[in-house]
Every structure is written in C-alpha cells, then in structure tokens.
C-alpha cells in the first residue's frame, strides 16, 4: 500500500505540471472506491493547474478556470494506486483508469488495478470535505511534537502502535513506520497507550519524524524509477530494523525478532531492546 512517503514523493513528481493547463479529462473506468465525478471532463477542460499539495495521503491539485475560480481534486493512490507523468503517446494500460492531459503533451494517468483509489472534486474548501476535515497534525510538522502526543494519549488504552496509526491522531504512520519507529525509540508496541511517559513520546515523535524522512530521502534518490513507465510501485529500498524481520536476528542484540498481531496487522519487534 503507497504511504506517506510515496504518497510525497508522487506529489513532488508532478510538480513539473504546475502552471500547465487541462486539455482533456478521459475516465475509462469511473468506479473506484467512489464514483469519479462525471462532469470531471467538463469541469477541467482549459483549467489551469495552479497548486499541488499533500494533506495525509490525499494529493490536492487545484485548478483554476479563467473565471479565477478555483476548485481543488483529490487524489488518493488507495491500496495499489499509482500515478504515472507520461507522454500522451503512450498507450494505456488495463488498469488505467484516469488520465488528465495537459497542452505540453503530458499526461497525469492513474493506474490501480485493485481500484481502491479516489479522484474526487472537493470545491474550493478542501479542509472541509468530509474526508480530510477529521485528520490529526501532519507527522513533520510542529504541531506534532511529544507534548501534542502525550497530552492526547493519557485515556487511551489500546496498544501504542495501533493508537500512533489513528489518523484522528497524526496521520501518515503506516504500518511499517509504526513498527520501525517504536523499534528507535525502544518501546514495546504492545505497551498500553497511556502508560507511555513524555520523554517516551518525545522521543517516539523524533523517531516517527526520523523514519518518515529516511524514507523520503530513499524515495528522493529513486524518483526517476518510481515515475518511470515500468518497474514496481512497491516502498523505497529500505533497510528495516524490524519490519518484516520475524526469527532474524536483531540488529542491535542479535535476539531474534519476534511478530504479534496487534489491531489486525502484523506487527515487527524485539522483546529485548524494547520493554
Ligand atoms: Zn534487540
């Protein structure tokens, strides 16, 4: 499943397209995890692509009409999603659902062969549509800091991997981050949410931020592969701690790493650096 960091990364991707303008919306296949908007053809055509920004794992590319009105869609890659910057020569593929073409002959085309992903057209106030307007904090910026995370942790009860990957939280800790960053900051990710003290939260947040940014940086040295036409839209090369380490030896004890099941998803530790 893309995260945060792919999510990111795509959007920096296509920012060669700012500034461009739509010469056509085609929809080969209109159901994914919502509708994509009908009228979407219409509503584009001859609008300019003025802004594109990140909130959680949505993409917000804002457009504006030469009636200076403007209208921003969201972009969501789902499970399998992937948004290709291509030639408009290039022939689509089975699961290429969407494309918007640009007058410099490029186009913006989304594939996803599971179809979990969205296109949706959220106006002119995107922090208002109901898919955004409940997240928690970005995990980079500074409102999530160790103080935010214990302030708002001490009633809960559940495990603090599964609590750090509520996006009503912080959004963007994926599984693997969940895993590799309570690994950093040696906490056990069974451990009770409020039984996790401050200098606890404060390094667990430096370690989420830590993970996030090793990612985006592995991401930043592959851009060219991750938009390339072939090749996998599978994470960054990453070298992990934990995640997906069950029974090898851990890097820093050299005890091996054991699994649990925790809210359903497998979940990556050592009982011995992390208590
Ligand atoms: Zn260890």
Request: aromatic share 8%; net charge positive.
């Amino acid at each position: 499943m893309p995260e945060l960091p792919e999510v990111e990364i795509t959007r920096r991707g296509l920012l060669p397209l700012l500034n461009q303008t739509v010469k056509k919306v085609v929809i080969r296949n209109a159901s994914m995890r919502w509708p994509i908007p009908a009228h979407l053809p219409k509503t584009l055509e001859n609008q300019k692509l003025i802004g594109l920004t990140r909130r959680a794992k949505y993409i917000l590319a804002e457009f504006q009409n030469d009636k200076s009105e403007n209208g921003i869609l969201l972009l969501h890659l789902g499970m399998s999603g992937r948004i290709s910057l291509l030639d408009r020569n290039y022939p689509p593929e089975k699961h290429d659902h969407f494309d918007i073409e640009f007058n410099d002959k490029q186009v913006l085309r989304l594939r996803d062969p599971r179809r979990f992903g969205a296109v949706l057209w959220a106006g002119l106030e995107p922090n208002n549509h109901a898919l955004l307007s409940a997240l928690g904090p970005e995990p980079l910026d500074d409102a999530f800091n160790g103080k935010y995370l214990h302030q708002n942790i001490r009633t809960r009860t559940a495990a603090i991997k599964t609590t750090i990957m509520d996006s009503h939280l912080v959004v963007g800790v994926g599984n693997i981050y969940a895993s590799e960053s309570l690994f950093r900051a040696r906490i056990n990710p069974q451990t009770p949410a409020n039984q996790v003290s401050l200098a606890k939260c404060e390094k667990l947040v430096k370690e989420i931020k830590a993970t996030l940014n090793d990612a985006l940086n592995a991401g930043g040295s592959s851009l060219r592969d991750f938009f390339g036409t072939d090749g996998n839209p599978g994470y960054f090369q990453q070298e992990y701690f934990v995640y997906g380490r069950t029974g090898q030896p851990c890097k820093v004890c050299g005890r091996p790493i054991k699994m649990v099941r925790l809210g359903q998803r497998s979940t990556f530790y050592c009982a011995n650096c992390q208590r």
